[in-house]
């Protein structure tokens, strides 16, 4: 990463064979002044209902309003727009989903759109995550399980470089944003730049390379090792892919730095300077650490008081052997199992304080996009009372300090307050976006939490419907009565900026004026799909009498069921059948999700089962068949929770961009009469 001459200024010093001598710590600003234009590349130009979109998001975002919301139909090109929007304001970018297909699927579309700029991937980094857990009815202790993605950990360390190093990033996230990392002060303080011509040892690098948890070995060369030979030091940076970096010493001088392949050892570039970063995201200094190791003690021997006092010996006993023993491995290693739960005092935080996360590293004019934010805004509440209910358990039973509540994802009020603006995108919007999106909103509108989970099944507003139509569907069973806007009992005030409405008209500037923007007309020009529904007699041979016929015309087919062992055992029958068939649910892995959806696409075979297919957002235009099948258990009707028609349409079938074809509905055996 290359950065300017006036940053230049911290020179590496050694250290001697019996004591270590401290590195000068070196300031970083947030963001340096690496400065590059958004540039937009796509052989598309705006059409439809996207350009008037475009021009007043824009227009609402350089006003300074902090809530707008783009309400449009799914394939009329939401991501296009926003693209075309953070070329014009031309800030940094957080654009968060609420899971990691569709936020792998941003991130393929975002890199596509900014070949040029930094477009970063930042997901929780586990294929596999068990957490801690007490369960005091059966006296369980489930002890922490978990496996790494590494390539997903490099793309989240080369998200944080990023942030810190230019102004040009797009950093497309899951939930995963809200939970914390290392603070931005001690990243920056981690970081390890080297220039040609400069005065220090080799010891005195290797032994910062060990500070920023690399490890050496070499014989396997791989990312966020080194490996040293002779006067040769070879760095693998754990934020580069398939690339090196060779340090040539004459003496206590650096006389070479040289990008190089790894795999071949061929040189590709001469470097000036270059600066390392750190190989996991949660570093802390030595200073920090020392005094981290006394406060964690401090706070241990009050807490074995606490519980003493109350007879509960047990718990006292328990944690004391716990927490003496991850101090024991924090002070000889640096490191132990949990050290997450630590946080609080590695980064020297007061108790209660929010954690440090990836939005930290962000300036502060950045722009906030969540896509689907009927999903994504109730997914971030979410979070935080999940992670409390939890600990809570484990701490009254004597198995974590305290302070581990501290180790948690921000709260709704916490992500609100260090989000600057904000751009909700849904095809159904939730009353939470809608109400937020005027004119003079400097903070927001909480959710009223007795309606969350009930009513947000409904959405506030469709694209294109009336203020008489969402009075209808919204007091279903209650007296008709004629909406009133803004009346105490009458129908919710609807604010849209219809498509008709010219961008110059777009009122930006007066108080309570509406900041929700329709798309409507789809650049393609493509209508929603026909729906049939069918019922449960001979729905598996309906189905693949359906399929054949899609597989004759080289199209594709999703196929969605309620369990993932359906899914399985389904896919299983008419692979046996002869057709070309993958399932596809939440036990595979992240990246193999991803190319499973590619191999569909790629017509390596034809029809996907799962039982989540219809994720809003999946962009898998090939396919032109959706077969809903339903448990034949009459029992789930009574169930499930009451949806509008509309959303049901718009919020499943509009996910697919049919070429006009019929999708069949196995609707829980309920015939078209």
């Given at each position: 990463?290359?950065?300017?001459?006036?940053?230049l200024?911290?020179?590496?010093?050694?250290?001697?064979?019996?004591?270590?001598?401290?590195?000068?710590?070196?300031?970083?600003?947030?963001?340096?002044?690496?400065?590059?234009?958004?540039?937009?590349?796509?052989?598309?130009?705006?059409?439809?209902?996207q350009?008037?979109?475009?021009?007043?998001?824009?227009?609402?975002?350089?006003?300074?309003?902090?809530?707008?919301?783009?309400?449009?139909?799914?394939?009329?090109?939401?991501?296009?727009?926003?693209?075309?929007?953070?070329?014009e304001?031309?800030?940094?970018?957080?654009?968060?989903?609420?899971?990691?297909?569709?936020?792998?699927?941003?991130?393929?579309?975002?890199?596509?759109?900014?070949?040029?700029?930094?477009?970063?991937?930042?997901?929780?980094?586990?294929?596999?995550?068990?957490?801690?857990?007490?369960?005091?009815?059966?006296?369980?202790?489930?002890?922490?399980?978990?496996?790494?993605?590494?390539?997903?950990?490099?793309?989240?360390?080369?998200?944080?470089?990023?942030?810190?190093?230019?102004?040009?990033?797009?950093?497309?996230?899951?939930?995963?944003?809200?939970?914390?990392?290392?603070?931005?002060?001690?990243?920056?303080?981690?970081?390890?730049?080297?220039?040609?011509?400069?005065?220090?040892?080799?010891e005195?690098?290797l032994?910062?390379?060990v500070?920023?948890?690399y490890?050496?070995?070499?014989?396997?060369?791989?990312?966020?090792r080194?490996?040293?030979?002779?006067?040769?030091?070879?760095?693998?940076?754990?934020?580069?892919?398939?690339?090196?970096?060779?340090?040539?010493?004459?003496?206590?001088?650096?006389?070479?730095?040289?990008?190089?392949?790894?795999?071949?050892?061929?040189?590709?570039?001469?470097?000036?300077?270059?600066?390392?970063?750190?190989?996991?995201?949660?570093?802390?200094?030595?200073d920090?650490?020392?005094?981290?190791?006394?406060t964690?003690?401090?706070?241990?021997?009050?807490?074995?008081?606490?519980?003493?006092?109350?007879?509960?010996?047990?718990?006292?006993?328990?944690?004391?052997?716990?927490?003496?023993?991850?101090?024991?491995m924090?002070?000889?290693?640096?490191?132990?199992?949990?050290?997450?739960?630590?946080?609080?005092?590695?980064?020297?935080?007061?108790p209660?304080?929010?954690?440090?996360?990836?939005?930290?590293?962000?300036?502060?004019?950045?722009?906030t996009?969540?896509?689907?934010?009927?999903?994504?805004?109730?997914?971030?509440?979410?979070?935080?009372?999940?992670?409390?209910?939890?600990?809570?358990?484990?701490?009254?039973?004597?198995?974590?300090?305290?302070?581990?509540?501290?180790?948690?994802?921000?709260?709704?009020?916490?992500?609100?307050?260090?989000?600057?603006?904000?751009?909700?995108?849904?095809?159904?919007?939730?009353?939470?976006?809608?109400?937020n999106?005027?004119?003079?909103?400097k903070?927001?509108?909480?959710?009223?939490?007795?309606?969350?989970?009930?009513?947000?099944?409904?959405?506030?507003?469709?694209?294109?419907?009336s203020?008489?139509?969402?009075?209808?569907?919204?007091?279903?069973?209650?007296?008709?009565?004629?909406?009133?806007?803004?009346?105490?009992?009458?129908?919710?005030?609807?604010?849209?900026?219809?498509?008709n409405?010219?961008?110059?008209?777009?009122?930006v500037?007066?108080?309570?004026?509406?900041?929700?923007?329709?798309?409507?007309?789809?650049?393609?020009?493509?209508?929603?799909?026909?729906?049939?529904?069918?019922?449960?007699?001979?729905?598996?041979?309906?189905?693949?009498?359906?399929?054949r016929?899609?597989?004759?015309?080289?199209?594709?087919?999703?196929?969605?069921?309620?369990t993932?062992?359906?899914?399985?055992?389904?896919?299983?029958?008419?692979?046996?059948?002869?057709?070309?068939?993958?399932?596809?649910?939440?036990?595979?892995?992240?990246?193999?999700?991803?190319?499973?959806?590619?191999?569909?696409?790629?017509?390596?075979?034809?029809?996907?089962?799962?039982?989540?297919?219809?994720?809003?957002?999946?962009?898998?235009?090939?396919?032109?068949?959706?077969?809903?099948?339903?448990?034949?258990?009459?029992?789930?009707?009574?169930?499930?929770?009451?949806?509008?028609?509309?959303?049901?349409?718009?919020?499943?079938?509009?996910?697919?961009?049919d070429?006009?074809?019929?999708?069949?509905?196995?609707?829980f055996?309920?015939?078209?009469?």
């Amino acid at each position: 990463m290359f950065l300017r001459k006036a940053d230049l200024n911290s020179l590496l010093t050694t250290r001697s064979s019996s004591k270590w001598r401290v590195f000068p710590i070196r300031f970083v600003p947030t963001v340096l002044d690496y400065r590059m234009p958004f540039q937009l590349e796509s052989n598309y130009k705006p059409r439809g209902d996207q350009s008037q979109a475009i021009a007043k998001l824009a227009k609402s975002l350089e006003a300074g309003n902090r809530h707008q919301t783009l309400l449009g139909v799914t394939g009329s090109g939401k991501t296009f727009t926003i693209a075309n929007v953070i070329r014009e304001i031309d800030r940094p970018t957080l654009v968060i989903s609420h899971n990691k297909t569709l936020a792998a699927q941003l991130y393929s579309e975002f890199k596509q759109f900014f070949p040029r700029n930094a477009v970063e991937y930042f997901v929780s980094y586990f294929d596999y995550y068990q957490p801690e857990a007490y369960i005091p009815r059966s006296d369980t202790y489930i002890e922490k399980d978990s496996s790494i993605n590494e390539e997903i950990e490099r793309l989240r360390l080369s998200a944080t470089s990023a942030l810190l190093s230019r102004r040009d990033v797009i950093v497309v996230a899951s939930v995963s944003c809200i939970y914390g990392i290392t603070s931005p002060e001690d990243y920056e303080r981690m970081l390890l730049t080297v220039k040609r011509g400069q005065h220090t040892s080799r010891e005195a690098v290797l032994g910062r390379l060990v500070d920023m948890l690399y490890e050496r070995n070499d014989m396997n060369f791989s990312r966020g090792r080194f490996r040293v030979r002779g006067d040769v030091v070879e760095v693998y940076p754990a934020t580069a892919d398939e690339e090196a970096v060779r340090i040539e010493f004459f003496g206590d001088e650096i006389d070479a730095i040289t990008r190089f392949d790894p795999l071949t050892g061929h040189a590709r570039e001469a470097l000036s300077i270059i600066t390392f970063f750190p190989a996991k995201q949660f570093v802390t200094p030595a200073d920090k650490l020392n005094r981290a190791l006394t406060t964690i003690r401090a706070e241990l021997d009050d807490r074995i008081k606490v519980l003493e006092s109350q007879n509960k010996l047990l718990e006292a006993q328990r944690l004391k052997m716990r927490t003496e023993y991850d101090l024991e491995m924090l002070q000889e290693m640096g490191f132990c199992s949990g050290i997450e739960n630590y946080s609080r005092h590695l980064s020297g935080r007061p108790p209660g304080s929010k954690p440090y996360t990836i939005i930290d590293f962000f300036p502060k004019d950045f722009l906030t996009v969540v896509d689907e934010s009927h999903a994504t805004i109730p997914q971030i509440g979410g979070m935080y009372e999940g992670d409390k209910s939890r600990k809570t358990v484990l701490v009254d039973y004597g198995f974590r300090l305290p302070s581990a509540l501290d180790n948690r994802p921000l709260n709704f009020p916490e992500f609100m307050k260090l989000t600057n603006q904000l751009v909700y995108v849904s095809a159904t919007p939730a009353e939470f976006e809608i109400q937020n999106s005027v004119v003079g909103n400097k903070g927001y509108v909480p959710h009223k939490r007795a309606r969350i989970g009930e009513d947000e099944l409904v959405p506030f507003v469709l694209p294109g419907e009336s203020v008489a139509a969402v009075y209808d569907r919204r007091t279903v069973g209650q007296a008709r009565r004629l909406p009133s806007s803004g009346s105490a009992g009458g129908a919710p005030a609807l604010q849209l900026s219809r498509t008709n409405e010219p961008p110059e008209k777009f009122d930006v500037h007066t108080p309570g004026k509406p900041l929700v923007v329709e798309q409507i007309i789809r650049p393609t020009g493509l209508l929603d799909p026909r729906i049939t529904i069918r019922g449960l007699k001979n729905q598996i041979d309906d189905t693949i009498e359906l399929c054949r016929q899609r597989v004759e015309q080289q199209e594709r087919v999703l196929v969605t069921t309620l369990t993932k062992r359906t899914a399985e055992d389904l896919a299983d029958y008419l692979r046996d059948v002869g057709l070309k068939v993958r399932y596809l649910h939440s036990d595979i892995d992240t990246i193999e999700r991803v190319e499973i959806l590619r191999g569909l696409r790629a017509a390596d075979f034809d029809i996907l089962v799962g039982i989540n297919l219809l994720r809003e957002g999946l962009d898998l235009p090939e396919v032109s068949l959706v077969c809903i099948l339903a448990q034949p258990n009459f029992a789930y009707s009574n169930r499930r929770p009451r949806r509008a028609p509309h959303q049901r349409r718009s919020g499943s079938f509009r996910r697919h961009r049919d070429r006009q074809h019929a999708g069949v509905d196995f609707d829980f055996g309920i015939s078209p009469g």
